[in-house]
C-alpha cells in the first residue's frame, strides 16, 4: 500500500525556496573547493605538459614519485612530517595538558593564563615564523642570552644546522599553538563531576594519580580532537618552513614538509628553475589527501572506543 | 593558639606544594611575553640600538620605524588590502552560509542530512592541495591578480564551517518563530534576515571572528595567486620583507607589529568569545 503523496503549498514553496538560499553558498563552494579537489584527484592518472592534461597514464606519476630523483625528496619529507606529528603530541599537546591541570586545580587567575597562552594561535604563522627567525638568528637575542647565562659560546646557528633547524621549527609551531589544548583540556575537565575527583582524592589520590588515572580517561574525546587536529595541521605544514627556512626547506632539505615539497613541484622552485611537473604535484596531493583522509578516520575510530562514559 | 598554629602548619605545606605549579605556569607566561616585548620595544630602536640595548627600553619612542614600514616599504598599501579581502570573504561567508543553514536546519525538505553533509565533509578538505587546479580555475576566470578572486576563494574554504555553526544554532531556535511570522504575511528572506539571524547573534560573531583570524592571517592563497605588489596582502608582503630588509631589523620588527596590530586589538576585545568557541568546538583552523 502506497501512501498517497499529498504536497501542500507550503512544501513546494519551501522546496523553492531552499533551492534559490542554498544555491549562492553550493556554487562558491563547489566552484572553489569541490571542483578543483576532484579534478585534482582525477588529474593525477594522466601524463601532464606543463598545466596542460595529455593521456591517461594510469599509476606512472606514482611509481615516478617514488623512485629517483624524487624518491629522496619524498622520504625525508615524509619523515618530517612523522617527526613534526610526534614532536607537537609531545610538546604541545602533552606539555598543554600538564598548563591545563595546573590551572584546572588552581582554578584562580585560568583565564588569565589561558588568554596569554592562546595569544600566539590568533597570530599568522608568518608572523611568528618571522617573529622567531629573528630571535634566533646568529646575533639575535636567544644568541646574546645564551652567551651571557654561559650555556652557550660564539654564534648560534640553530636555524643553519640540520640537526637542530626541524626541531626548533617544531618547538615554535608548539609555541604558536599551545593555547589551543589548553583551552581544549580545560574545556574537558570542567565538564568531569567534581564528585569524581571527591572520591578519589578520599581513595588518597595525589594529584598526578587524580591526572592520569581519574582524569586522563576521561579526556578521550578532547585527546581526541588534539591528535586529529594536530595530525591535520602538522600534514599542512608550510608557512613556518617558507618563512623561517625558504622552500627548499634548508638547509640542504633537513626541514622540508610534504606540502613544501608539493609546492615547489607545482609551482616550479624544484630541480632547474621554473620548471613544474604537475603530474608529480598531483599525485603527491593524491597521496596526501589519502594519507590525511585514512589517518583522520582511524583516529575518530581510535578514540571513539576508548572514550570512557560514566 | 594551638588551633591557629595548626592552621598554619597546614597552610604553608599547601602552598609550598603549589609553588613549584605556579613557577611553570609563569615559565611558559614569560616564553610567550618575552618574545612579544621584545618585539614592541624593537619597533622603536635602531638597528644598532637593537644590538645595543637588548632588554631594556628604547632611548625614545620615535615611530621612525613605523613610517619607513609604513610608507618606504609600502605597508600601508598591504593593509587596505587585506582590509578589503578579510573583510569581503566575512561578509560573504557569513550571508551565503546563513542563507544556506536556514532551509537546512528549519526546513522539512527529505534531503536537508544529505546537503548538510556535503557541506561539512569541507571542514576537513585539505585544499591546499587543489591548488594547482585551483590555480588553473582562477586563470580562466580572470581571477588571479585580484582581490575579489581571494575574497571567493575564502569565502568557499570558509563556508563549511559556517554552514555547520548556523545550522546549529538555528535548530534550537522555536519554530513557532518563524509560523507566526509565516502567518503574517512576511516573506522567507524577511524572516531570515530580521527574525532569524537577529536571534542567533552569538553563532554571527563566532563565524565572523574565526573567518576574518584566518583570513587576516592566511599566506599561501597570495603566494600562489598574487604576482603584482598593488594587491599582495600584508603575510604576503612580510614574507618578502624579512628577506628583503634582513639587515634593517628595527623596520621588519615594526612591519610585524603593524600587521598583527588588528588582531592584537580584536583578540582583546573579544578574549572571552574567542576562548569559549575554541574550548566548545576546537573548529579553529
Same mark, same amino acid.
Given at each position: 500500500?502506497?501512501?498517497?503523496?499529498?504536497?501542500?503549498?507550503?512544501?513546494r514553496?519551501?522546496?523553492?525556496?531552499?533551492v534559490?538560499?542554498?544555491l549562492?553558498?553550493?556554487?562558491?563552494?563547489?566552484?572553489?573547493?569541490?571542483?578543483?579537489?576532484?579534478?585534482?584527484?582525477?588529474? $593525477?592518472?594522466?601524463?601532464?605538459k606543463?598545466?596542460?592534461?595529455?593521456?591517461?597514464?594510469?599509476?606512472?606519476?606514482?611509481?615516478?614519485?617514488?623512485?629517483?630523483?624524487?624518491?629522496?625528496?619524498?622520504?625525508?619529507?615524509?619523515w618530517?612530517?612523522?617527526?613534526?606529528?610526534?614532536?607537537i603530541?609531545v610538546?604541545?599537546?602533552?606539555?598543554?595538558?600538564?598548563f591545563?591541570?595546573?590551572?584546572f586545580?588552581?582554578?584562580?587567575?585560568?583565564?588569565?593564563?589561558? $588568554?596569554?597562552?592562546?595569544?600566539?594561535?590568533?597570530? $599568522?604563522?608568518?608572523?611568528?615564523?618571522?617573529?622567531?627567525?629573528?630571535?634566533?638568528?646568529?646575533?639575535?637575542?636567544?644568541?646574546?642570552?645564551?652567551?651571557?647565562?654561559?650555556?652557550?659560546?660564539? $654564534?648560534?646557528?640553530?636555524?643553519?644546522?640540520?640537526?637542530?633547524?626541524?626541531?626548533?621549527?617544531?618547538?615554535?609551531?608548539?609555541?604558536?599553538?599551545m593555547?589551543?589544548?589548553?583551552?581544549?583540556?580545560?574545556?574537558?575537565?570542567?565538564?568531569?563531576?567534581p564528585?569524581?575527583?571527591?572520591?578519589?582524592?578520599?581513595?588518597?589520590?595525589g594529584?598526578?594519580?587524580?591526572?592520569?588515572?581519574?582524569?586522563?580517561p576521561?579526556?578521550?574525546?578532547?585527546?581526541?580532537?588534539?591528535?586529529?587536529?594536530?595530525?591535520?595541521?602538522?600534514f599542512n605544514?608550510?608557512?613556518?618552513?617558507?618563512?623561517?627556512?625558504?622552500?627548499?626547506?634548508?638547509?640542504?632539505?633537513?626541514?622540508?614538509?610534504?606540502?613544501?615539497?608539493?609546492?615547489?613541484?607545482?609551482?616550479?622552485?624544484?630541480?632547474?628553475?621554473?620548471?613544474?611537473?604537475?603530474?608529480?604535484?598531483?599525485?603527491?596531493?593524491?597521496?596526501?589527501?589519502?594519507?590525511?583522509?585514512?589517518?583522520?578516520?582511524?583516529?575518530?575510530?581510535?578514540?571513539?572506543?576508548?572514550?570512557?562514559?560514566? | 593558639?594551638?588551633?591557629?598554629?595548626?592552621?598554619? /602548619?597546614?597552610?604553608?605545606?599547601?602552598?609550598?606544594?603549589?609553588?613549584?605549579?605556579?613557577?611553570?605556569?609563569?615559565?611558559? /607566561?614569560?616564553?610567550?611575553?618575552?618574545?612579544?616585548?621584545?618585539?614592541v620595544i624593537s619597533?622603536?630602536?635602531?638597528?644598532?640600538?637593537i644590538?645595543?640595548?637588548?632588554?631594556?627600553?628604547?632611548?625614545?619612542?620615535?615611530?621612525?620605524?613605523?613610517?619607513?614600514?609604513?610608507?618606504?616599504?609600502d605597508?600601508?598599501?598591504?593593509?587596505i588590502?587585506s582590509?578589503?579581502?578579510?573583510g569581503?570573504?566575512?561578509?560573504? /561567508?557569513?550571508?551565503?552560509?546563513?542563507?544556506?543553514?536556514?532551509p537546512?536546519?528549519?526546513?522539512?525538505?527529505?534531503?536537508?542530512?544529505?546537503?548538510?553533509?556535503?557541506?561539512?565533509?569541507?571542514?576537513?578538505?585539505?585544499?591546499?592541495?587543489a591548488?594547482v587546479?585551483?590555480?588553473?580555475?582562477?586563470?580562466?576566470?580572470?581571477?588571479?591578480?585580484?582581490?575579489?578572486?581571494?575574497?571567493?576563494?575564502?569565502?568557499?574554504?570558509?563556508?563549511?564551517?559556517?554552514?555547520?555553526?548556523?545550522?546549529?544554532?538555528?535548530?534550537?531556535?522555536?519554530?513557532?518563530?518563524?509560523?507566526?511570522?509565516?502567518?503574517?504575511?512576511?516573506?522567507?528572506?524577511?524572516?531570515?534576515?530580521?527574525?532569524?539571524?537577529?536571534?542567533v547573534?552569538?553563532?554571527?560573531?563566532?563565524?565572523?571572528?574565526?573567518?576574518?583570524?584566518?583570513?587576516?592571517n592566511?599566506?599561501?592563497?597570495?603566494?600562489?595567486?598574487?604576482?603584482?605588489?598593488?594587491?599582495?596582502?600584508?603575510?604576503?608582503?612580510?614574507?618578502?620583507?624579512?628577506g628583503q630588509?634582513?639587515?634593517?631589523?628595527?623596520?621588519?620588527?615594526a612591519?610585524l607589529?603593524?600587521?598583527m596590530?588588528?588582531i592584537?586589538?580584536?583578540y582583546?576585545?573579544?578574549?572571552?568569545?574567542?576562548?569559549?568557541?575554541?574550548?566548545?568546538?576546537?573548529?579553529?583552523?
Amino acid at each position: 500500500m502506497i501512501k498517497p503523496r499529498r504536497t501542500t503549498s507550503l512544501q513546494r514553496t519551501q522546496q523553492c525556496m531552499a533551492v534559490l538560499f542554498i544555491l549562492p553558498a553550493l556554487a562558491v563552494y563547489g566552484l572553489f573547493v569541490l571542483y578543483p579537489l576532484l579534478m585534482s584527484l582525477w588529474g $593525477s592518472f594522466f601524463a601532464w605538459k606543463g598545466l596542460r592534461m595529455q593521456e591517461f597514464a594510469g599509476l606512472a606519476n606514482f611509481s615516478r614519485l617514488f623512485v629517483f630523483p624524487s624518491g629522496a625528496r619524498l622520504h625525508g619529507a615524509l619523515w618530517h612530517n612523522i617527526a613534526w606529528f610526534f614532536g607537537i603530541m609531545v610538546l604541545q599537546n602533552g606539555l598543554g595538558l600538564l598548563f591545563a591541570w595546573l590551572l584546572f586545580l588552581r582554578g584562580k587567575g585560568a583565564a588569565f593564563f589561558q $588568554s596569554v597562552f592562546f595569544f600566539p594561535a590568533v597570530l $599568522s604563522p608568518v608572523i611568528v615564523g618571522a617573529l622567531w627567525r629573528l630571535l634566533l638568528a646568529p646575533g639575535g637575542i636567544v644568541e646574546w642570552a645564551l652567551n651571557g647565562l654561559g650555556l652557550h659560546q660564539g $654564534s648560534l646557528t640553530v636555524l643553519g644546522n640540520s640537526h637542530t633547524a626541524l626541531g626548533m621549527l617544531i618547538a615554535v609551531d608548539a609555541w604558536n599553538w599551545m593555547g589551543l589544548p589548553v583551552l581544549i583540556y580545560t574545556a574537558g575537565l570542567r565538564q568531569i563531576s567534581p564528585q569524581v575527583f571527591e572520591a578519589a582524592k578520599l581513595d588518597g589520590a595525589g594529584n598526578a594519580r587524580m591526572l592520569f588515572s581519574v582524569a586522563l580517561p576521561l579526556l578521550m574525546p578532547a585527546l581526541g580532537t588534539l591528535t586529529t587536529l594536530s595530525f591535520i595541521n602538522t600534514f599542512n605544514q608550510f608557512d613556518i618552513v617558507y618563512v623561517m627556512q625558504g622552500v627548499q626547506g634548508n638547509p640542504s632539505y633537513s626541514t622540508d614538509t610534504l606540502v613544501t615539497y608539493f609546492y615547489r613541484l607545482a609551482f616550479g622552485a624544484e630541480g632547474a628553475v621554473g620548471i613544474t611537473d604537475i603530474g608529480l604535484a598531483l599525485a603527491l596531493g593524491t597521496m596526501l589527501f589519502l594519507i590525511l583522509g585514512i589517518g583522520t578516520l582511524l583516529m575518530l575510530r581510535f578514540f571513539d572506543k576508548r572514550t570512557v562514559e560514566l | 593558639m594551638s588551633a591557629l598554629s595548626f592552621q598554619q /602548619t597546614l597552610a604553608i605545606p599547601q602552598r609550598l606544594a603549589r609553588l613549584p605549579g605556579w613557577i611553570i605556569l609563569l615559565v611558559w /607566561t614569560a616564553a610567550v611575553l618575552l618574545p612579544l616585548y621584545i618585539l614592541v620595544i624593537s619597533c622603536f630602536k635602531t638597528t644598532a640600538e637593537i644590538y645595543d640595548n637588548r632588554l631594556g627600553l628604547p632611548q625614545s619612542f620615535a615611530f621612525d620605524n613605523f613610517v619607513r614600514a609604513w610608507t618606504r616599504a609600502d605597508l600601508g598599501h598591504n593593509f587596505i588590502n587585506s582590509l578589503i579581502v578579510t573583510g569581503g570573504a566575512v561578509i560573504l /561567508t557569513i550571508v551565503v552560509s546563513a542563507m544556506a543553514a536556514y532551509p537546512l536546519s528549519r526546513y522539512k525538505l527529505g534531503w536537508n542530512s544529505i546537503m548538510l553533509g556535503l557541506f561539512l565533509s569541507g571542514i576537513m578538505l585539505p585544499i591546499r592541495l587543489a591548488s594547482v587546479e585551483l590555480f588553473t580555475l582562477m586563470r580562466t576566470l580572470g581571477l588571479l591578480d585580484s582581490l575579489t578572486g581571494l575574497i571567493l576563494v575564502y569565502s568557499a574554504i570558509r563556508i563549511p564551517f559556517a554552514v555547520f555553526i548556523f545550522a546549529n544554532f538555528m535548530r534550537v531556535l522555536p519554530s513557532e518563530l518563524d509560523e507566526a511570522a509565516r502567518m503574517d504575511g512576511a516573506g522567507e528572506v524577511r524572516i531570515l534576515f530580521q527574525i532569524v539571524l537577529p536571534m542567533v547573534k552569538p553563532a554571527v560573531s563566532i563565524v565572523a571572528i574565526f573567518t576574518a583570524i584566518a583570513v587576516w592571517n592566511d599566506f599561501f592563497f597570495p603566494l600562489i595567486f598574487i604576482f603584482d605588489d598593488r594587491y599582495k596582502t600584508v603575510p604576503l608582503a612580510i614574507s618578502v620583507f624579512v628577506g628583503q630588509f634582513r639587515t634593517d631589523w628595527g623596520l621588519v620588527f615594526a612591519s610585524l607589529a603593524i600587521s598583527m596590530a588588528p588582531i592584537l586589538i580584536m583578540y582583546c576585545l573579544l578574549a572571552r568569545q574567542i576562548r569559549e568557541g575554541v574550548g566548545a568546538g576546537g573548529g579553529m583552523k
